[in-house]
Nanobody, 120 residues
Framework: QVRLVESGGGSVQAGGSLRLSCVAS????????MGWFRQTSGKRRAEKIP????????YYADSVKGRFTISQDTAKNTVYLQMDNLKPEDTGLYLC?????????????WGQGTQVTVSS
């Protein structure tokens, strides 16, 4: 059974940093075969906004380029999302997701998310 568990979220002031972790079990998670998403509250809460997605050309959302960095620890089967210079608009529930087929587009495995709140 595949399980992804995010952690590291919290409440910070604008300009602060957080490092999110995504620990996988039953699945070898890699930065070249996964994604990070942000889910926000409100009318469109169900929408998952891609922050980073792997692929031939890895995608970073324009809003986070230069501020967020992906890394992995293979021994710990963990992927990290380093978030620096946080802004209030970064607020949301952050979810990691893994692809079953690294060459495909779909994400088969999802975590429950970790909440990030950035105050001005």
């Amino acid at each position: 059974q595949v399980r992804l568990v995010e952690s590291g979220g919290g409440s910070v002031q604008a300009g602060g940093s957080l490092r999110l972790s995504c620990v996988a079990s039953g699945y070898n998670i890699r930065t070249d075969c996964m994604g990070w998403f942000r889910q926000t509250s409100g009318k469109r809460r169900a929408e998952k906004i891609p922050i980073y997605t792997s692929g031939t050309r890895p995608y970073y959302a324009d809003s986070v380029k230069g501020r967020f960095t992906i890394s992995q620890d293979t021994a710990k089967n963990t992927v990290y999302l380093q978030m620096d210079n946080l802004k209030p608009e970064d607020t949301g529930l952050y979810l990691c997701a893994g692809r079953r087929d690294c060459r495909g587009l779909e994400f088969a495995y999802w975590g429950q998310g970790t909440q990030v709140t950035v105050s001005s």
